[in-house]
């Protein structure tokens, strides 16, 4: 079982940063990924980054160059920072921890970039 928390969300301008935290009950580099996906109202979840226990880091097209996802071993943490943020970065960010065939997800966390 693994738990996975995440924090960081908030009320930003466009242009603005902010950076999500995630927090997970397992040493993370036992997981074969970790990611961030985000649900805008009426859409679908989609992907926004994942990073694999070996470092590989993959992205959505709309965030590549503003987001950067990274893992802290020691704090069993992943950090989503997103930088240069639009309204259509607004949503539900979740925390997904895929681990021994199973994923997890966090309860989410509201990022609203207003225009």
């Known amino acids: 079982q693994v738990q996975v928390v995440e924090s960081g969300g908030g009320l930003v301008q466009a242009g603005g940063s902010l950076r999500l935290s995630c927090a997970a009950s397992?040493?993370?580099?036992?997981?074969?990924?970790m990611g961030w996906y985000r649900q805008a109202p009426g859409k679908q979840r989609e992907l926004v980054a994942a990073i694999t226990s070996g470092g590989r880091t993959n992205y959505a097209d709309s965030v590549k160059g503003r987001f950067t996802i990274s893992g802290d071993n020691a704090k069993n943490t992943v950090y989503l920072q997103m930088n240069s943020l639009k309204p259509e970065d607004t949503g539900i960010y979740y925390c997904n921890a895929d681990f021994a065939r199973n994923n997890y997800w966090g309860q989410g966390t509201q990022v609203t970039v207003s225009s």
């Open positions: 397992r040493i993370i580099f036992r997981f074969n990924a």
